[in-house]
């Protein structure tokens, strides 16, 4: 089944030539050696990049529901030979049933076996390997600005640009201290595979952002996990089903930055943050004492305070008055609802 290849639109900051750089990509997609080089004349594939088709549904009462939905789809991405597949975690948050497919249509069950809420990542187990080539990891620190790049998602290929590289604070206590940005644009990239000219595997799709550039310019975009967060911890993610590293404390607020100051903006109920009477229209100004300056600030405060569990003090504003709100902080993931066993 081969896929046409749409562009999404055109980054004149980064690139004269848009059309000239999709030759170059078509002409270098993987795979690159003497020995395949045959194939790599051959109409693209999602096959040809180790990707297959996610399909979640969530268990019943899953408290992500609300936000992500109860069936969800998105790509996968096969990185060895015995089943082990790589996606972005929330498509498999609190999940029921997970079937993966490739493109020659054929579906098989797959479990999860990791969840990594730092870095976003989860991974998946098929009961049988899908008929796909595992891809090879790149080396996602080293990919420069203005680099061309291919998207695989399991519904085509797109090319792109890496445009910027800094730091991604996320509203709901999540922060990469360096994420990969893309432009232009495209669609379904919840999982989505980012590739480099040699075929190697570079970052996991997370999100659509209306500021690839940063402060350069309000330009739609996509953000992407860097592999290279996954390398250190895979080890422990497959034999143990999370890290070695204890469970940051987390409270269950999201919040909008307002000049360094945090807007609550929803509260996961029966949160800590609800147990201890945060609620929407709140305005977090300080932790442990400590003024807090933006999301960034804010979460590696909040994370410097001990493990999950420890006792979080906020200095919140209510109205006129300041309070000061003391939030047990937990594991996010005994929050989470799990698949029932029997």
């Given at each position: 089944m081969s896929y046409s290849i749409g562009l999404a639109g055109r980054v004149k900051p980064v690139a004269a030539s848009l059309a000239l750089t999709v030759m170059w990509l078509l002409q270098s997609a993987p795979p690159v050696n003497a020995a395949d080089a045959p194939r790599a004349r051959e109409p693209l594939t999602v096959d040809a990049f180790s990707v297959v088709k996610v399909i979640v549904k969530a268990v019943p009462d899953a408290r992500s529901r609300n936000s992500l939905g109860g069936d969800r789809e998105g790509t996968g991405i096969v990185i060895d030979s015995s089943g082990l597949i790589l996606t972005i975690g929330y498509l498999v948050q609190e999940a029921e049933s997970v079937v993966v497919a490739a493109a020659d249509g054929r579906a098989v069950p797959a479990s999860v076996i990791a969840y990594d809420f730092s870095s976003g990542f989860g991974l998946l187990r098929a009961v049988k390997p899908p008929s796909v080539k595992p891809i090879a990891f790149g080396d996602s620190a080293t990919v420069p600005e203005r680099e061309p790049v291919l998207?695989?998602?399991?519904?085509?290929?797109?090319?792109?640009?890496?445009?910027?590289?800094?730091?991604?604070?996320?509203?709901?206590?999540?922060?990469?201290?360096?994420?990969?940005?893309?432009?232009?644009?495209?669609?379904?990239?919840?999982?989505?595979?980012?590739?480099?000219?040699?075929?190697?595997?570079?970052?996991?799709?997370?999100?659509?952002?209306?500021?690839?550039?940063?402060?350069?310019?309000?330009?739609?975009?996509?953000?992407?996990?860097?592999?290279?967060?996954l390398k250190p911890i895979l080890g422990d993610l497959i034999s143990q089903g999370r890290t070695a590293s204890k469970p940051r404390p987390w409270l269950g607020v999201s919040t909008q930055d307002l000049q360094g100051k945090l807007i609550v903006t929803r509260v996961s109920p029966d949160s800590p943050a609800d147990q201890a009477g945060i609620a929407n229209g709140d305005i977090i100004v300080g932790i442990r004492g400590e003024q807090v300056k933006g999301h960034t600030d804010f979460y590696r405060k909040l994370w410097a305070s001990g493990d999950a569990g420890a006792e979080v003090v906020l200095d919140v504003l209510k109205g006129t008055e300041i309070k000061k709100l003391e939030v047990h902080s937990m594991d996010r993931e005994k929050y989470l609802r799990q698949r029932p066993t029997y």
């Amino acid at each position: 089944m081969s896929y046409s290849i749409g562009l999404a639109g055109r980054v004149k900051p980064v690139a004269a030539s848009l059309a000239l750089t999709v030759m170059w990509l078509l002409q270098s997609a993987p795979p690159v050696n003497a020995a395949d080089a045959p194939r790599a004349r051959e109409p693209l594939t999602v096959d040809a990049f180790s990707v297959v088709k996610v399909i979640v549904k969530a268990v019943p009462d899953a408290r992500s529901r609300n936000s992500l939905g109860g069936d969800r789809e998105g790509t996968g991405i096969v990185i060895d030979s015995s089943g082990l597949i790589l996606t972005i975690g929330y498509l498999v948050q609190e999940a029921e049933s997970v079937v993966v497919a490739a493109a020659d249509g054929r579906a098989v069950p797959a479990s999860v076996i990791a969840y990594d809420f730092s870095s976003g990542f989860g991974l998946l187990r098929a009961v049988k390997p899908p008929s796909v080539k595992p891809i090879a990891f790149g080396d996602s620190a080293t990919v420069p600005e203005r680099e061309p790049v291919l998207i695989v998602g399991f519904d085509g290929v797109a090319p792109a640009f890496v445009v910027s590289r800094r730091p991604f604070a996320g509203y709901w206590e999540y922060l990469l201290d360096e994420a990969i940005y893309t432009a232009p644009a495209t669609v379904n990239w919840q999982g989505a595979a980012l590739i480099n000219k040699e075929g190697k595997l570079l970052g996991v799709g997370s999100l659509v952002v209306g500021d690839a550039l940063g402060g350069k310019g309000q330009v739609p975009g996509n953000l992407f996990v860097p592999i290279d967060l996954l390398k250190p911890i895979l080890g422990d993610l497959i034999s143990q089903g999370r890290t070695a590293s204890k469970p940051r404390p987390w409270l269950g607020v999201s919040t909008q930055d307002l000049q360094g100051k945090l807007i609550v903006t929803r509260v996961s109920p029966d949160s800590p943050a609800d147990q201890a009477g945060i609620a929407n229209g709140d305005i977090i100004v300080g932790i442990r004492g400590e003024q807090v300056k933006g999301h960034t600030d804010f979460y590696r405060k909040l994370w410097a305070s001990g493990d999950a569990g420890a006792e979080v003090v906020l200095d919140v504003l209510k109205g006129t008055e300041i309070k000061k709100l003391e939030v047990h902080s937990m594991d996010r993931e005994k929050y989470l609802r799990q698949r029932p066993t029997y």
